[in-house]
């Protein structure tokens, strides 16, 4: 209960900053009524503007904040705010033009003032933001390249909207009104200080050393790494961190990655890392003595916020990573809850952890079920791809009890969701972990 307070607190919070722009607006003297169409033309472009605003502070990860929901929530909620925020602007101009054609002659590039200028580059900027966020992966566009471009697009969009509603100055003719979204723009200025220089300030501070790379089973290393002349830091079995490598905690380079050991070693924190892409294929290469730099932990999907009589585990692939941290955690703890494991993957030979998993089957009341889409020929397991029919034929009776965490690829996401849910595990008993944020 006390975490759904929690989260109706932030919500609250999140509708004031949003509506209070707008209702401060109307207090004091008002321009001449320019009837309904007009004012909520006005409405959306303010509404939207500081909903723009709002987005700086909604992904600066401020841990207290996102804690109550996990972060993938809050990067949907980013996503869908956005598309809400984009609307809005959209219909700013839109109704102004439709109700009065004429308005379409000041736009003309030769006699535009400058703060209509202002308003339509940051509305190119918003639009420019959508399309490349939306599609980047249709657009081949890199992730690293995105962020900072990400970045930059959304300043000059929220400046370029603020130097707009302070030279059109109607409903902010004020100065003090006009202060306001002075005080907005420089707060979001302020959150910006704070990720980029504060932060990576306070990173660089408690650096941590890499002193082992394990190879792992399909093509996965475990990075382990221990905090240099600090305590490092406590998290919960199941929780990730952004990890940057190779570079400086200012050059926006750090990937998320979950924490795959036990959260009872405090002194040692390790990640199990799959060779995908770029960053992710060098991670083999890795000299035992590189520093790292970590920022966390963040996420909710752990056991220990889910308290239950048993719990299933569902993993693909790299998904185990996760999984496997709540596991050894149980076994650091003595829990003999019983527990469920569905782990995917493509072929016994490269599965992630084999050798351990059959070690843990004698410390915990844990049963494994292996579903292989390239069985070796004497397989007598399940083979394909995970399904409600696998399921059915396994889940334990006392399913709508447990609590159900499920990671691995987005599609096989959804296939467990549904069919957990179809096998009778009630919708708040699902718990997904995606590792794909944009
Ligand atoms: C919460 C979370 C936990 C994760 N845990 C693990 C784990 O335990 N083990 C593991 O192997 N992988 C994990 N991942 C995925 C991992 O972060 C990406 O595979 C990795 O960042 C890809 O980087 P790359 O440059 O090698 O690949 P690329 O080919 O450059 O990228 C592949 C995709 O990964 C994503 N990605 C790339 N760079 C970043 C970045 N800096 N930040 C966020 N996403 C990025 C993008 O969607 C991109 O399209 C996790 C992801 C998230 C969100």
Do not use: N
């Amino acid at each position: 209960m006390h975490q759904y307070l929690r989260a109706a607190f932030w919500i609250l919070v999140y509708l004031a900053l949003v509506l209070t722009p707008l209702f401060v607006l109307l207090i004091g003297p008002r321009p001449l009524a320019g009837g309904f169409w007009v004012d909520l033309s006005l409405a959306l472009g303010f509404a939207g503007t500081a909903m723009m605003a709002v987005m700086f502070l909604l992904t600066a990860r401020f841990q207290r904040a996102t804690a109550p929901f996990g972060i993938d929530l809050i990067y949907y909620f980013h996503r869908l705010a956005s598309i809400g925020a984009f609307i809005f602007i959209l219909l700013h101009p839109l109704l102004l033009v439709v109700r009065d054609p004429a308005l379409l002659g000041a736009m003309h590039p030769a006699v535009m003032p400058w703060h209509l200028w202002a308003g339509t580059v940051s509305f190119a900027a918003l639009a420019a933001l959508m399309i490349t966020s939306l599609w980047r992966k249709q657009l081949r566009i890199h992730y690293d390249e995105w962020r900072v471009a990400h970045m930059l697009l959304a300043v000059a969009a929220l400046v370029l909207a603020v130097a707009h509603i302070a030279g059109v100055a109607h409903y902010s003719a004020l100065s003090w009104k006009s202060g306001l979204w002075l005080l907005i723009a420089l707060s979001c200025g302020a959150t910006i200080v704070y990720v980029r220089l504060v932060k990576p300030l306070q990173m660089l501070r408690r650096p941590w050393r890499v002193v082992e790379v394990i190879e792992e089973r399909g093509s996965s290393w475990t990075l382990v790494v221990r905090p240099e002349r600090h305590a490092g830091f406590r998290f919960l079995p199941g929780q990730f961190a952004w990890l940057t490598l190779w570079s400086s905690p200012f050059a926006m380079k750090e990937h998320p990655f979950s924490i795959s050991s036990s959260a009872e070693a405090v002194r040692e924190v390790q990640f199990t890392i799959k060779e995908l892409g770029d960053f992710t294929s060098r991670i083999g290469r890795v000299k035992p003595g590189t520093r790292v730099y970590l920022d966390g932990p963040y996420g909710t999907f752990s056991i220990d916020l889910s308290r239950a009589p048993g719990y299933v585990f569902i993993a693909g692939g790299v998904g185990i990573a996760p999984v496997m941290s709540m596991l050894r955690t149980l076994v650091d703890r003595g829990d003999r809850r019983p527990l469920q494991l569905f782990y995917a993957y493509h072929t016994w030979e490269r599965l992630t952890f084999r050798e351990e998993l059959a070690q843990l089957k004698e410390q915990l009341d844990l049963e494994i079920v292996y579903v292989l889409s390239e069985p070796p020929p004497d397989w007598q397991g399940e083979t394909g791809y995970l399904s409600e029919e696998i399921f059915a034929r396994h889940l334990p009776a006392d399913r709508a009890a447990r609590e159900c965490f499920i990671c691995g690829p987005t599609p096989m996401i959804r296939v467990a969701e549904r069919g957990l849910a179809r096998q009778g595990v009630p919708p708040t008993h699902i718990h997904s972990e995606l590792f794909d944020l944009v």
